[in-house]
C-alpha cells in the first residue's frame, strides 16, 4: 500500500510522552501479570505507531513481567513475510501486526489470525477500562470477518480530508466546499496558470491514483467491487460518473504532470502554496504545519470531504494488531494487544502526531488537544471523517493487481481518453483475475 507515515516525525516527543501506568479502582483489580516470566515476539510493520510501542515497551514488561523481542519491517517487506511465514503454520512471532486494506482477505481465507471472540468476553482476560465499545464502528467492521470472527484489533486508521489554502480560497472570497459540485467550481475559480497556481491537486500515478478514485465513487454511494467480492462495479453508470468527475477536475485544475504525481508530489505543490485544494490521507497532515517544511503552515485548513451526488464518505485504509492462530504464546500476546491499542496508548498515538486512533475518545481528551501542534479544525475533521468512514479499497485477495489495473485506464483518462471505454477495457481485463481468485 502506498506509504503514509510521516505526521510528526517527532522521536523526542516520543520519548517524552506521558507513561503508561496502571490506573486505580477497577483497573488496579485487573491481573496484568497473569502470563509473567512469558516472552513474546512482535513483529511490526515501520511506522510511527510503531515508534510509539517500542517507546514504551519497558513500560509493558514492568506492568506485565513479560519479555518483549520487537522488530519493525518496512511495509514491503514485511506483508510478503509474514504472509510466509503464516501460511506455513510456524510463524516465529506471537504479535503481528496486519495492514487490513491490503491483507484482510488474505488471512480471512487462510483462517491465519487467532478469534478474538473469546478473548473479549472473558472478565478476566479484559481490562475494565479496554471498553470495546469506544472503537469506531467502521473500524470493527474491518477487523471482522463475514461469520463474525474478531481476526484483529485496529490499531490505526487513516482517512481521505479535504486539505485547503485558506489564503487563496479567501482571495477569491471563496467557501469551503460542501458538495462535489461546489469543489469543481471552486476548483476552476481559483486555477491560475499564469501564476502557477492549481485549483486542486490530487494523484494521478497509475496504481496510487486508485485510492483517490475509489473514494470519489463512494460520493455515488457504491464501492468498485460488490460486497461479497465477487463482481466488479468499475463500469457501471456511477462508475463512469465518478471517472469523468476524476477526469475534469484533474485535466482542469490540477498541475501539469499530475499523472506522475503520488501522494508526496502533491504533498510538495500544496505545502508550497501551490494549489488551493488536496484530497488525501490526514496521515500526510504534518508537515504542512510544520514552518520549516511549509510555505503555508499557518494558512493551511482541514475539512470533511464534500458530499457526492448520493453521499458523503472518507476513503479509510486500517492497520491493526493480532494473534496468529499457530502461535505460541497467546495469553501473553492477547495482553499486549489489548495494551497496544487500549485508550492510554491512543492518546499517545493522536498525541505525537504518531496516527489516527480508531476509537473515538482521544479527539475528544482535552490534554491530548491542547498538547499538540494540530489545531481544532484537524481534530474536528478527524473525528467528523471517522464518523463516514468506508473502505478505500475492495476487500480482495489481488488488490495490488487490482489497483496495477484500474490504475492504468486513470491514468489514460487523465490524459483524455473516453472514461467509459477504457473503464470497461480495464474491467474486462481484471474479471479473470478476479473470478481466479474466487475460485481458490
Same mark, same amino acid.
Given at each position: 500500500m502506498i506509504r503514509r507515515r510521516h505526521l510528526l516525525a517527532a522521536s523526542a516527543a516520543l520519548l517524552a510522552a506521558p507513561a503508561i501506568v496502571?490506573?486505580?479502582?477497577?483497573?488496579?483489580?485487573?491481573?496484568?501479570?497473569?502470563?509473567?516470566?512469558?516472552?513474546?515476539? $512482535? *513483529?511490526?510493520?515501520?511506522?510511527?505507531?510503531?515508534?510509539?510501542?517500542?517507546? @514504551?515497551?519497558?513500560?509493558?514488561?514492568?506492568?506485565?513481567?513479560?519479555?518483549?523481542?520487537?522488530?519493525?519491517?518496512?511495509?514491503?517487506?514485511? %506483508?510478503?513475510?509474514?504472509?510466509?511465514?503464516?501460511?506455513?503454520? @510456524?510463524?516465529?512471532?506471537?504479535?503481528?501486526?496486519?495492514?487490513?486494506? $491490503?491483507?484482510? %482477505?488474505?488471512?480471512? %481465507?487462510? *483462517?491465519?489470525?487467532?478469534?478474538?471472540?473469546?478473548?473479549?468476553?472473558?472478565?478476566?482476560?479484559?481490562?475494565?477500562?479496554?471498553?470495546?465499545?469506544?472503537?469506531?464502528?467502521?473500524?470493527? %467492521?474491518?477487523?471482522?470477518?463475514?461469520?463474525?470472527?474478531?481476526?484483529?484489533?485496529?490499531?490505526?486508521?487513516?482517512?481521505?480530508?479535504?486539505?485547503?489554502?485558506?489564503?487563496?480560497?479567501?482571495?477569491?472570497?471563496?467557501?469551503?466546499?460542501?458538495?462535489?459540485?461546489?469543489?469543481?467550481?471552486?476548483?476552476?475559480?481559483?486555477?491560475?496558470?499564469?501564476?502557477? $497556481?492549481?485549483?486542486?491537486?490530487?494523484?494521478?500515478?497509475?496504481?496510487?491514483?486508485?485510492?483517490?478514485?475509489?473514494?470519489?465513487?463512494?460520493?455515488? *454511494?457504491?464501492?468498485?467491487?460488490?460486497?461479497?467480492? @465477487?463482481?466488479?462495479?468499475?463500469d457501471t453508470p456511477a462508475a463512469i460518473e465518478a471517472g469523468k468527475y476524476y477526469q475534469n477536475i484533474m485535466r482542469q485544475c490540477a498541475p501539469q504532470g499530475v499523472v506522475g504525481f503520488n501522494w508526496n508530489e502533491a504533498q510538495t505543490t500544496f505545502s508550497q502554496g501551490r494549489a488551493a485544494f488536496w484530497w488525501d490521507a490526514i496521515g500526510f497532515t504534518a508537515p504542512l504545519i510544520d514552518k520549516t517544511k511549509s510555505k503555508i503552515a499557518d494558512n493551511v485548513g482541514f475539512a470533511v470531504l464534500p458530499s457526492g451526488p448520493d453521499a458523503r464518505h472518507s476513503a479509510t485504509f486500517m492497520d491493526a494488531v493480532g494473534i496468529p492462530a499457530q502461535g505460541r504464546n497467546k495469553q501473553a500476546a492477547w495482553l499486549y494487544i489489548q495494551w497496544a491499542t487500549n485508550k492510554a496508548m491512543m492518546n499517545n498515538y493522536l498525541r505525537t502526531g504518531s496516527g489516527t486512533p480508531p476509537r473515538a475518545s482521544p479527539y475528544t481528551d482535552g490534554d491530548v488537544r491542547s498538547g499538540s501542534a494540530f489545531r481544532p479544525d484537524w481534530f474536528d475533521t478527524a473525528l467528523a471523517s471517522l464518523k463516514i468512514a468506508r473502505s478505500g479499497l475492495p476487500e480482495i485477495v489481488p488488490v495490488t493487481e487490482f489497483r496495477d489495473t484500474i490504475g492504468v485506464a486513470l491514468s489514460n483518462i487523465i490524459g483524455g481518453a473516453d472514461v467509459a471505454t477504457e473503464l470497461k477495457k480495464a474491467t474486462a481485463t481484471f474479471k479473470p483475475v478476479l473470478d481466479k481468485s474466487n475460485e481458490a
Open positions: 496502571e490506573s486505580v479502582g477497577a483497573q488496579a483489580a485487573f491481573d496484568w501479570k497473569q502470563a509473567k516470566g512469558q516472552k513474546i515476539e $512482535v *513483529n511490526l510493520s515501520k511506522s510511527p505507531r510503531s515508534d510509539v510501542l517500542q517507546a @514504551h515497551q519497558k513500560e509493558f514488561e514492568a506492568l506485565t513481567g513479560i519479555t518483549v523481542g520487537s522488530e519493525q519491517i518496512p511495509e514491503q517487506q514485511q %506483508r510478503p513475510k509474514v504472509a510466509m511465514e503464516l501460511s506455513t503454520g @510456524h510463524p516465529s512471532f506471537d504479535v503481528v501486526n496486519v495492514a487490513m486494506h $491490503v491483507q484482510k %482477505r488474505l488471512i480471512e %481465507r487462510g *483462517n491465519w489470525m487467532e478469534d478474538l471472540r473469546p478473548y473479549l468476553a472473558n472478565p478476566g482476560l479484559v481490562a475494565a477500562d479496554f471498553d470495546k465499545a469506544d472503537f469506531f464502528p467502521a473500524s470493527m %467492521r474491518i477487523a471482522t470477518s463475514a461469520d463474525g470472527k474478531i481476526n484483529v484489533l485496529p490499531l490505526n486508521q487513516d482517512l481521505f480530508i479535504l486539505m485547503y489554502n485558506k489564503e487563496l480560497l479567501a482571495a477569491k472570497g471563496v467557501a469551503v466546499p460542501t458538495t462535489y459540485e461546489e469543489l469543481m467550481a471552486a476548483a476552476i475559480k481559483l486555477t491560475d496558470k499564469e501564476k502557477g $497556481v492549481a485549483g486542486f491537486v490530487g494523484r494521478g500515478l497509475k496504481n496510487a491514483n486508485v485510492v483517490l478514485y475509489d473514494n470519489i465513487l463512494l460520493g455515488w *454511494n457504491q464501492e468498485t467491487i460488490s460486497a461479497d467480492g @465477487h463482481t466488479l462495479l468499475t
